[in-house]
């Protein structure tokens, strides 16, 4: 039932080169009109085999494919497509997009990606107007993990995925990852052995539920007129919302929600009484974000850290709890007497209104971290009213209240977990403040029957203290949760010594190691006209062959000057970055005549791009145009990459740290090669 359509050596490119291989294949729908495209990539990182990124997703997609083959048709195509050179750039992807003519029946897609080895396969990016496929996947996939507060920071990243493409292009598609375990990102060990096996499968349950409902929705209007607000509640189900609902039920439940409290207390509550109240919420706030800040440094400073995960993060999660609790208490112990409960129950419940509202205006479809608690409250006040006889008022809508914080306030601590680490702790503590609003009037009326002290406090920091030293014992970086970390030789034409260089993602790397073996801090150019300070060790220069530049001409045309010149190489190259120094003006550049950088066009990310790389290219020589808006002369850095010689690094495997890894780029010898073409009036 599977028809193969071949799809070989397009080339495209933004600002990148590479011949690619698509895989696709179609199972042909019973109407046809439309189209489902799933969609992985099976290229990965320079340093490791991808397992998880993204083999995972294309193991899912090819099992789906298995499975969708002795299916009976759905109404609609299934597309499924193993895009190439994904991390070069999306180029597969764009190819597909730009040049294969399945695309334009694509209507729908689903992106299987990864950041890490482990976790929920999160659905983290959906398209404008998603309202209708978050109902769809809301009802038919059992294990739903996603927040649409993440599809809004993400449109804010930089980052992009395969998806990226199509998004642009207007086509609807939920775009799927698992991202813990983010040390193994793009690594030398990401391979099967570190593979979550649970996350491959949630992979492949997210992706299959959906080819199936989707195969059979109408695709003619899978997109709608707005948004949709999402969270999964522990991974069991979707609570979603129209985005346009959010204004008129924060409005209806925030104002139910403070007349309940209004006619509970009705006899207690005094205005004056929120006077000290209005001290209460920023001393909490920050006091932890203070407290947080300075535990940063024994849990994330000092020790030696992956920056955004920590292998046992348990005891840096409890020191930051002790750090709320801590909080709660001093805030009690000092207002205790001058607020009273109902005063900063009316006060929180206020402030949830007051955000709400924001939420409403700037972001609704973030409407649900005020809306969950606001509806609990609701609800636990109807059960307030027809319970008899409560031991205090409103008892049964502060704990449901406080619950619908605490999830809110605990959900996004954790989301934190793969972005930030302990090194940041005064904003990854920030979450949990938005449930000691609503904890501390609990709080605050059941110590007034009780004498506070400060005893407990002067304990509990003691306790703090104790938990950073164990915390501090812990290792930052473990074989399965390695710092990222190679040798790589580097030389500049023209000079007789390179260097052996220590590369290290985040410059984090095994100092001891470095000065064990010699590697002493050294300014090392990078190409990029700026000397860069890595452990490195002065080595002969191996003279790696490099390229040449041939034939040189230089004209003035229409839109700019026109740079044409031929580079040569008689190696086989894997990679050749060329770099034109950022004051040059480079508006456009052409490689063998095909358009590979265009500064005129917006990329997510905003900023110019001044250099073009070409990977693997297969060939000795190439064409190469720029087009600058003056008639200068143009310094060019030609970066080359070649294998490293074994010999070279041999003496330092032997005892190389079993929590090192190789990431992102890898062993490599690089050479630098600085050339100035002439301008237009030499
Ligand atoms: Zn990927």
Aim: aromatic share 10%; hydrophobic share 45%.
């Amino acid at each position: 039932m599977l028809q193969t359509v071949d799809c070989s050596e397009i080339e495209i490119v933004y600002p990148l080169r590479s011949p690619i291989d698509n895989i696709i294949a179609v199972k042909p729908g019973s109407e046809g009109k439309n189209a489902v495209l799933l969609t992985a990539h099976y290229d990965s990182g320079w340093a490791g085999p991808g397992a998880a990124d993204d083999g995972a997703g294309t193991a899912a997609a090819l099992e789906i494919a298995r499975m969708a083959a002795n299916f009976p048709p759905f109404k609609n195509d299934i597309i499924f497509l193993i895009s190439d050179s994904e991390e070069n750039g999306l180029i597969g992807a764009d190819a597909f997009a730009q040049h294969h003519p399945l695309f334009s029946k694509v209507k729908a897609v689903i992106n299987l990606e990864a950041r890490g080895v482990t976790g929920s396969s999160a659905m983290f990016e959906t398209g404008e107007g998603n309202r209708r496929i978050i109902r769809i996947f809301s009802k038919t996939v059992d294990r739903p993990a996603a927040n649409s507060l993440f599809n809004e920071m993400y449109k804010r990243m930089p980052n992009n995925t395969d998806y990226t493409v199509y998004k642009n292009k207007g086509v609807m598609g939920l775009n799927f990852a698992f991202s813990k375990g983010v040390a193994l990102y793009h690594s030398a060990i990401d391979d099967s052995d570190h593979l979550d096996i649970g996350s491959l499968q949630h992979h492949g349950d997210n992706a299959w539920s959906m080819i199936k409902a989707l195969g059979e929705h109408d695709l003619d209007h899978i997109t709608s007129q707005e948004d949709a607000g999402y969270i999964d509640v522990f991974s069991t189900r979707l609570l979603h919302y129209p985005s346009s609902i959010v204004l008129g039920l924060s409005l209806v439940l925030g104002i139910w929600v403070l007349i309940a409290i209004g006619i509970a207390f009705r006899k207690d509550f005094r205005i004056w009484q929120l006077r000290w109240g209005l001290l209460v919420v920023p001393f909490m706030l920050g006091s932890i974000v203070m407290g947080a800040y300075l535990f940063s440094y024994p849990l994330g400073h000092w020790p030696d850290l992956h920056p955004i995960e920590h292998p046992y993060p348990w005891v840096g999660r409890l020191v930051l709890f002790g750090v709320v609790l801590l909080s709660l208490y001093t805030t009690i112990k000092l207002f205790s007497g001058k607020v009273s409960p109902c005063a900063m129950m009316m006060l929180g419940w206020g402030l949830i209104l007051a955000a709400g509202m924001v939420l409403a205006s700037k972001m609704p479809t973030a409407g649900h971290i005020t809306l969950v608690p606001l509806a609990l409250f609701a609800i636990g006040s109807v059960i307030d009213i027809f319970r008899k006889k409560s031991p205090a008022p409103l008892l049964m809508a502060s704990v449901l209240g406080f619950a619908g914080t605490a999830f809110i306030s605990f959900y996004h601590f954790f989301m934190l977990d793969t972005v930030l680490n302990f090194d940041n702790s005064q904003f990854k503590i920030i979450p949990l403040a938005y449930m000691m609003l609503t904890a501390f009037p609990m709080l605050l009326a059941f110590s007034r029957r009780h004498e506070l002290s400060w005893q407990p406090v002067r304990w509990s920091l003691v306790g703090l203290l104790l938990a950073c030293l164990v915390h501090l014992s812990l290792p930052g970086f473990t074989p399965d949760r390695p710092r990222g970390m190679t040798l790589m030789y580097s030389e500049v034409e023209g000079s007789d010594t390179g260097h052996l260089v220590i590369e290290s993602l985040f410059t984090n790397h095994d100092e001891e190691y470095a000065k064990d073996h010699g590697f002493k801090p050294v300014e090392v150019d990078s190409g990029w006209s700026r000397l860069i300070e890595r452990p490195a060790r002065a080595v002969p220069a191996l003279n790696l062959p490099g390229v040449e530049v041939k034939i040189h001409s230089v004209r003035q045309e229409e839109d700019g000057w026109s740079h044409d010149f031929v580079l040569h190489t008689t190696d086989r190259l894997q990679f050749l970055l060329v770099i034109v120094r950022s004051d040059t003006g480079l508006e456009k550049a052409w490689v063998d005549g095909q358009l590979a950088l265009d500064n005129s066009l917006e990329t997510k990310s905003q900023r110019r791009v001044n250099s073009l790389r070409l990977v693997n290219p297969n060939k000795s020589s190439f064409e190469i145009r720029l087009l600058t808006d003056n008639p200068d002369s143009i310094d060019l850095s030609l970066i080359t990459w070649h294998p490293l010689p074994i010999e070279l690094v041999a003496p330092f495997m032997g005892d190389w740290p079993d929590d090192a890894q190789a990431v992102v780029y890898g062993p490599r010898a690089r050479k630098i090669q600085k050339i100035s073409l002439d301008g237009a009036n030499e």
